[in-house]
């Protein structure tokens, strides 16, 4: 899913479309006097996941902790991996191309 930023006047807030989630989300950024700037940022139609187990409805996964083999494993959390669940590293060549902060999710036995 990619994302747009705008920065508004006074105003904003959440727009529910017919769907029921948000479109748009606005909040106030800056301190102190004056401080009456509004970023809003907008989930763009593309989506997040760009090829993983695209023919399930819902991609869900679960892993019991105990059932580890390392004392942490890595979980992908940026939809690139090749090796999805699981980290293989794609997150770094994914911020480095689009300014993005994302990593993985580690799990500790």
């Given at each position: 899913?990619?994302?747009?930023?705008?920065?508004?006047?006074?105003?904003?807030?959440i727009?529910?479309?017919?769907?029921?989630?948000?479109?748009?989300?606005?909040?106030?950024?800056?301190?102190?006097?004056g401080?009456?700037?509004?970023v809003?940022?907008?989930?763009?139609?593309?989506?997040?996941?760009?090829?993983?187990?695209?023919?399930?409805?819902?991609?869900?996964?679960?892993?019991?902790?105990?059932?580890?083999?390392?004392?942490?494993?890595?979980?992908?959390?940026?939809?690139?991996?090749?090796?999805?669940?699981?980290?293989?590293?794609?997150?770094?060549?994914?911020?480095?191309?689009?300014?993005?902060?994302?990593?993985?999710?580690?799990?500790?036995?």
């Amino acid at each position: 899913m990619g994302f747009s930023a705008v920065s508004l006047g006074l105003g904003g807030g959440i727009s529910l479309p017919s769907s029921g989630r948000p479109a748009t989300h606005s909040t106030s950024v800056g301190r102190g006097r004056g401080a009456s700037r509004l970023v809003m940022v907008r989930a763009e139609a593309q989506g997040i996941n760009p090829e993983i187990r695209k023919n399930e409805e819902k991609v869900v996964d679960s892993v019991q902790v105990s059932d580890l083999s390392k004392p942490v494993t890595a979980y992908c959390r940026c939809w690139r991996s090749g090796t999805f669940p699981l980290c293989d590293g794609t997150h770094v060549k994914h911020n480095k191309a689009t300014g993005d902060n994302v990593g993985p999710l580690l799990l500790k036995k």
